[in-house]
């Protein structure tokens, strides 16, 4: 389990939104360094991996939608995944937590390693994991209670509280570090399904984070925000990234470029190219990514 930090303060340079096409070279970096791409996955400082992958196909019943996947995700930075629709960027994702284990039909073959630890072996209870391994989702969704139960709901099912003040400091810290505490404090009873589209999903980013995750997965978190409440989200991945590793997947190159230390590019069930988000972005190695981040399909 992560240790619990105090929550840390935003960034002090604003996270932009609408980046044009020239600027995908430059994510923000804020002035401690937080932001600056560090993932050297082939290089002397290379980050240890929280999470390794090696042969990972997916089928859905006969057809196979990930060939093969072989990558390692760094601890406590942004993996983003890009690539056109239907590439393979959520089926990837669900490996992680086994979420794909809930889809009918659905079968992974190959090994993934979470600090070493096989997460699809058979001994390996799938509540736990999916408590250590959080998810966000494209659209908000709150439970339909209050803002305070949204958030103890699952440290008081994983019997994370021994007393109604523990759970009440649980609620508190992560509505803090998800950035939604001074908004919310004095309506905790109010229900969560009240709250505008960009503080649901920082209240669901919360609920995630109250089970003390290691990993959180996050599916195009941003999609239904307006660019505002988008700037806020990835102010709030920047700072998670301290205490928590985070793998997006994302259609906007300009959010990975700004969000991710590493990038991976998916294309048709294959990771076709991966590297230092900036290396991705300004010298890709392979031709359908150079031709996918300069916007010649996709
Ligand atoms: N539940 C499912 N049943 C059958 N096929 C599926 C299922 N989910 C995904 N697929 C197929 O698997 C392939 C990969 O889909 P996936 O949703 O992972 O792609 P993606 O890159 O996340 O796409 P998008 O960017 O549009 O969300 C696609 O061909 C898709 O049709």
Not at 257 to 280: P, W, Y
Request: proline share 6%; hydrophobic share 35%.
């Amino acid at each position: 389990m992560s240790a619990q930090a105090e929550p840390k303060q935003p960034p002090s340079s604003p996270v932009e939104t609408g980046t044009a096409m020239t600027d995908l070279t430059k994510p923000v970096v804020a002035a401690d360094g937080a932001g600056a791409p560090s993932a050297q996955p082939h290089g002397a400082n290379r980050v240890e991996p929280k999470v390794t992958t090696t042969d990972v196909k997916v089928f859905y019943g006969s057809s196979e939608a990930l060939h093969g996947i072989q990558t390692e995700i760094p601890a406590n930075q942004v993996t983003a995944l890009i690539g056109p629709s239907g590439c393979g960027k959520s089926t990837f994702l669900r490996c992680l937590n086994r979420m794909n284990d809930t889809i009918e039909g659905a079968r992974v073959t190959g090994k993934i390693l979470m600090d070493g630890e096989d997460i699809y072996d058979k001994s390996l209870d799938v509540v736990l994991l999916r408590a250590r391994v959080g998810m966000v989702f494209q659209k908000p969704n709150p439970f339909p209670k209050s803002i305070f139960e949204n958030i103890a709901y699952g440290p008081r099912i994983h019997g994370l509280a021994k007393s109604k003040g523990e759970l009440a400091d649980i609620v508190e810290r992560s509505l803090k570090r998800a950035g939604l505490w001074d908004e919310v404090k004095d309506r905790l009873k109010e229900p969560g399904t009240g709250l505008s589209g960009g503080q649901q999903q920082r209240l669901c980013i919360a609920r995630a984070i109250a089970v003390s995750p290691e990993v959180i997965l996050m599916d195009e978190p941003c999609s239904a925000l307006d660019p505002i409440a988008t700037a806020r989200i990835e102010e709030l991945i920047d700072e998670l990234r301290r205490n928590y590793t985070i793998v997006i997947v994302t259609h906007s190159m300009q959010q990975a470029a700004r969000v991710s230390q590493k990038t991976c590019f998916f294309h048709l069930g294959d990771l076709v190219e991966e590297g230092d988000t900036d290396q991705i972005f300004t010298n890709p190695r392979d031709k359908r990514t150079q031709d996918y981040i300069t916007g010649r399909f996709g």
